[in-house]
C-alpha cells in the first residue's frame, strides 16, 4: 500500500472511530501503578470487558504507590473526558475522599477495587477480595501444618495504616490461633510489598532470630525476596513461608516449593465486574452498593488435612485472570 | 512601556512557548472538550502545587543550585499547618503560619550547609529530602490528617468568571509568578540572583553578598514550599504525609522545559510556568483521548530531552 493510502485509510479509521465512540459509555479505570503486575492485569480485564459492552474505557494510574495527587488529576480528567463511572484503587484510602466526594456530587457512580475507601462507603460500591479471609486461610494452612510445633514467626507487612496490609496480617493471626503481640511473633516490619526490600528485611530478622521457622509475606514479591535470604543463610528448607497475593509468578514459587500455600485472589474479575455494572449504570442508572467479594481461594501443594486447597496446576490456570 | 518592549525574551527563548500552542492545538482537534474555559481552570488547578514549588526551585536553579528536598518540605509543612490546625488546638491561621515557617526552617538548613559548610546544593538537599521525609513520617504517624477546618481549604474554593469555575488556589499561584517575575526583573535581589548564578566569584567581587543572596535564596524557596503546601491542603482536602514524592523530580521538570539553564544565571520565571502548563496540558489532553498514562510519563521524558538540547543548541550558538 502506498504511503498515501495508507494515512487516507488512517485517518478514515480515526474518523469512523470517533463517529462510533459518540455515544459509547465511558468508564474510567485508575490504578494505583502502571507497572505493578496485579494491575496490568486489572487493566487487561478492564479492557476485556468494556470491549465485550461496546464501552469506552480510560485508564490512569498514579506514578508510585500513595501518589494521592495523580489520582485525583486522574479522576478531573476522565470526567472531562466524559466519564459517568470511575473504577479506581485507592492509593490512600483516607486522602481521595474529598476528590470522590466531589465526583459524586457530579453524578459519576464511584466503584473502589481491590481496598476500599476510609470511610469504606466513600465510593457507591466495592469490588475486592476479603483481605482478612485471604490472610485467615494461609493462617489455619500453617497452623494444620505445624500442629504442636512451636513456631518462631517473622512477618513482612505491606506499609504503616495500610488496611490491605492490617486485614491481611490480623487475619494471618486469627488463622494461626494466636492475638497480636503473642511472644511467637518474633519479628514484624515493612516490605512495601516489594521484593528487594523483602530480601533486606528478612536478613536483618535472621540476624536477630536464627530460630524463625514461619514467615508470614504481604504478597508473593515479598515472599520471593524472603526465600533468597533464607537460602543464602542456608535454612530454605526449614523455614515455611506463606503469602497472599496468587500471581503467576507467585504460583510459580508455589510449585517451586518456594512458598508453601498462598491466597489468591482475582483482580480480572473486579474489573470486568466492575465495568459491567458502570454499563449498566450508564444505559439504566441503576448504582450499585456495598461490598462485593470477589474470591479468595488457597492455592498449595502440600495439601493439608481438613484444610480446603486447590494445586498449583489449578492456580497457574486461574492466576489473576479467572472470570 | 519602551523598556518592556526592549525586554522582549530572545527568539530562541520562545521555544517553549511554541511547543505549547503546539500541543493545545493538537489536543483541540483531537477531543471537542479540550478547548474549553472548565478544562483549562482544571489544568492549572491540577499544576498549582506544583506550579509554586517550581518557583522556588526555579529560584535555586538560577543561581547554579538545585533543591531535591522541595517535595518532602511541601508534605511537612501540610502535615504541620493540618495537625497543629485539627489536633493541637492552633487557630487555624496561626497553624498555617506554623506551617509555613516549618519550610522557610528547611529552606534555611539547605541554605545554611551550602553557604557556611559550603557543600554541594545536591548533596545538602539529598540529605535533607530524607530527613525531611523521615520526620514528617514520624511527626504524622503516616496517617492523613482529615476533618480540617474550612479555613485552611479557602484556596480550594471556586468563584466564576463567566461559565467558568477558577479555584483562589489558581488565582495565587498566578500572581506569585507575577510578584516573582517583577522581583528577578525589576528589584536588586532578584538581579543578584541572576550575578550570582552566573560567576559567584565575579559577583563576590563586585561587592554583592553572594553567601547572604544564597540563604535568602533557600529561604525564600521554603516559604513557597509552604505555600505550595498550604495549596496542597486546599485542594486534596486533606494532609497527606505521602505528598511531594516526586514534586522535587516535577519541578525540575518544569524550570528545564521552561528553558532554564541548570547551569544557572540563565532563564525567565515565565518559562517555568509554561514549562509547568506543558506537563499539565499534556496529562490532561493524552487523558482526553485515552491514552494510557505510561505514555504521558514517556512524552515528558522526551520533551525534557527536547529542552536542554535546545538549550544546549542556542546556547552554542549564541
Redesign the interface.
Known amino acids: 500500500m502506498k504511503l498515501k493510502n495508507r494515512v487516507a485509510l488512517a485517518v478514515l479509521t480515526m474518523v469512523a472511530g470517533l463517529a462510533a465512540a459518540a455515544d459509547q459509555p465511558i468508564i474510567g479505570l485508575i490504578t494505583k501503578t502502571d507497572t505493578n503486575p496485579y494491575f496490568v492485569k486489572m487493566k487487561e480485564g478492564a479492557q476485556e470487558a468494556a470491549k465485550a459492552k461496546g464501552a469506552k474505557l480510560l485508564t490512569a494510574a498514579g506514578k508510585s504507590d500513595g501518589d494521592n495527587a495523580g489520582q485525583i488529576a486522574a479522576i478531573e480528567n476522565m470526567i472531562a473526558a466524559g466519564a459517568k463511572v470511575i473504577l479506581i484503587t485507592p492509593s490512600d484510602a483516607k486522602a481521595i475522599v474529598p476528590a470522590l466526594k466531589k465526583a459524586r456530587d457530579q453524578g459519576v457512580m464511584v466503584i473502589t477495587l481491590d481496598s476500599p475507601t476510609d470511610p469504606q462507603n466513600a465510593a457507591d460500591a466495592l469490588f475486592a477480595t476479603d483481605n482478612f479471609k485471604a490472610g485467615v486461610l494461609v493462617g489455619q494452612y500453617a497452623k494444620a501444618a505445624f500442629g504442636d510445633k512451636p513456631a518462631k514467626i517473622a512477618t513482612l507487612d505491606l506499609f504503616p495504616g495500610h488496611p490491605v496490609g492490617i486485614q491481611r496480617h490480623d487475619g494471618f493471626l486469627q488463622g494461626f490461633g494466636i492475638k497480636k503481640g503473642d511472644a511467637s511473633i518474633v519479628c514484624m516490619q515493612d516490605s512495601f510489598g516489594d521484593q528487594a526490600k523483602g530480601q533486606t528485611a528478612m536478613e536483618n530478622y535472621l540476624q536477630k532470630n536464627p530460630e524463625i521457622n514461619l514467615v508470614y509475606t504481604i504478597n508473593e514479591p515479598a515472599a520471593a525476596g524472603a526465600y533468597k535470604a533464607l537460602k543464602a543463610a542456608g535454612k530454605e528448607k526449614s523455614v515455611m513461608i506463606v503469602s497472599v497475593d496468587g500471581g503467576c509468578d507467585g504460583v510459580r514459587n508455589v510449585k517451586g516449593g518456594v512458598i508453601a500455600a498462598t491466597s489468591q485472589q482475582y483482580p480480572l474479575r473486579m474489573a470486568s465486574l466492575g465495568v459491567d455494572a458502570g454499563v449498566d449504570y450508564i444505559k439504566t442508572g441503576k448504582k450499585v452498593s456495598g461490598y462485593v467479594d470477589t474470591g479468595v481461594m488457597l492455592i498449595t501443594d502440600k495439601k493439608q488435612k481438613n484444610i480446603d486447597s486447590k494445586d498449583s496446576a489449578f492456580g497457574l490456570n486461574a492466576c489473576w485472570g479467572m472470570k | 512601556m519602551k523598556r518592556y518592549l526592549d525586554h522582549l525574551p530572545p527568539l530562541s527563548s520562545l521555544g517553549p512557548c511554541i511547543a505549547l500552542l503546539v500541543a493545545c492545538l493538537f489536543f483541540s482537534t483531537q477531543?471537542d472538550?479540550f478547548l474549553s474555559g472548565?478544562?483549562f481552570s482544571?489544568i492549572l488547578?491540577?499544576v498549582m502545587?506544583v506550579g509554586v514549588i517550581a518557583i522556588g526551585q526555579t529560584l535555586i536553579i538560577l543561581t547554579a543550585g538545585i533543591d531535591l528536598s522541595c517535595g518532602m518540605a511541601m508534605a511537612l509543612g501540610s502535615v504541620v499547618m493540618t495537625k497543629f490546625a485539627t489536633e493541637h488546638g492552633v487557630h487555624p491561621y496561626l497553624a498555617v503560619i506554623c506551617g509555613l515557617m516549618a519550610c522557610t526552617l528547611v529552606g534555611y538548613l539547605n541554605g545554611a550547609l551550602v553557604t557556611k559548610v559550603k557543600l554541594p546544593a545536591f548533596i545538602v538537599t539529598l540529605g535533607t529530602m530524607n530527613i525531611v521525609f523521615a520526620i514528617t513520617?514520624v511527626y504524622s504517624?503516616?496517617?492523613?490528617v482529615?476533618n480540617l477546618p474550612d479555613a485552611l481549604l479557602f484556596f480550594g474554593n471556586t468563584f466564576h468568571i463567566g461559565q467558568t469555575n477558577i479555584t483562589y488556589g489558581t488565582v495565587l499561584m498566578l500572581g506569585l509568578y507575577l510578584l516573582t517575575w517583577f522581583y528577578l526583573r525589576d528589584t536588586a535581589p532578584g538581579r543578584h540572583i541572576y550575578a550570582v548564578g552566573n560567576n559567584r566569584e565575579a559577583a563576590r567581587l563586585t561587592g554583592i553578598a553572594t553567601d547572604r543572596v544564597l540563604l535568602n535564596v533557600y529561604m525564600l524557596a521554603g516559604l513557597l514550599y509552604g505555600i505550595a503546601a498550604l495549596l496542597?491542603v486546599a485542594?486534596?482536602?486533606?494532609g497527606?504525609p505521602?505528598?511531594g514524592?516526586?514534586d522535587n523530580l516535577d519541578s525540575i521538570t518544569a524550570v528545564v522545559l521552561g528553558g532554564t539553564s541548570l547551569f544557572g544565571g540563565r532563564g525567565m520565571i515565565g518559562g517555568t510556568l509554561i514549562g509547568v502548563m506543558i506537563v499539565g496540558v499534556f496529562?490532561?489532553g493524552l487523558?482526553?483521548m485515552?491514552v494510557?498514562?505510561?505514555f504521558q510519563?514517556m512524552v515528558t521524558g522526551i520533551l525534557v530531552i527536547l529542552a536542554v538540547a535546545t538549550d544546549q543548541f542556542t546556547h552554542k550558538k549564541g
Open positions: 477531543s472538550r472548565e478544562n482544571l488547578q491540577q502545587v513520617q504517624g503516616a496517617q492523613t482529615t496542597s485542594r486534596m482536602g486533606v497527606d505521602q505528598a514524592q516526586t496529562r490532561n487523558t482526553l485515552g494510557p498514562s505510561v510519563v
